[in-house]
């Protein structure tokens, strides 16, 4: 079945909506595809934070795309998140978009340090505009340095020298 660009579109507006307005996980997850396996992978070196560098695979249980996007409800608040920069590949059934918000990370040492971020979507679809792969590109330092409690600091410090 081929999909028209306005289906794959609304399908990626439709994901990235519901992140933006922290839609609870059981309506993001019905966004992906359930006659394909479905995967997640936000790129960084996996010892950066827990839901990078590596490939999150299926739908429930350990190491799952609900695994990695509950991973980033623990670890991550955001707000005002937005997205622009479409590019729709009809033939491929694939979608990428830029987005940006601020960040705060939730846990630990790390609790209260925020950053603001522009980061990268490339989603892979199927024949019924349902998710299959979902892949992010995104500031792995920052989130780093959130997570050790020292990124509101080396900002401050980094402000005071210029």
Known sequence: MSLSRSDLLAAAQALCDGFASKRP??????LFSTTHTISAHEYGEPFL???LGRTF????????VEAY???LQT???YEDMAFDSWIVDTEARKVSCRGRAK???TEGVGRGNWWHEQFAYHLD??????????????DSGAAYLASKGQLNAAR????KGN
């Open 25 to 30: 996980l059981p309506e993001l997850l019905a």
């Open 49 to 51: 934070a827990p839901f």
């Open 57 to 64: 695979v299926g739908r429930h249980g350990p190491g799952s």
């Open 69 to 71: 996007v509950g991973l």
């Open 75 to 77: 670890h991550l608040d």
């Open 103 to 105: 960040f705060t990370w």
């Open 125 to 138: 679809f199927d024949e019924d505009a349902k998710v299959v792969n979902y892949k992010v590109w995104s």
């Open 156 to 159: 401050e410090a980094f402000e």
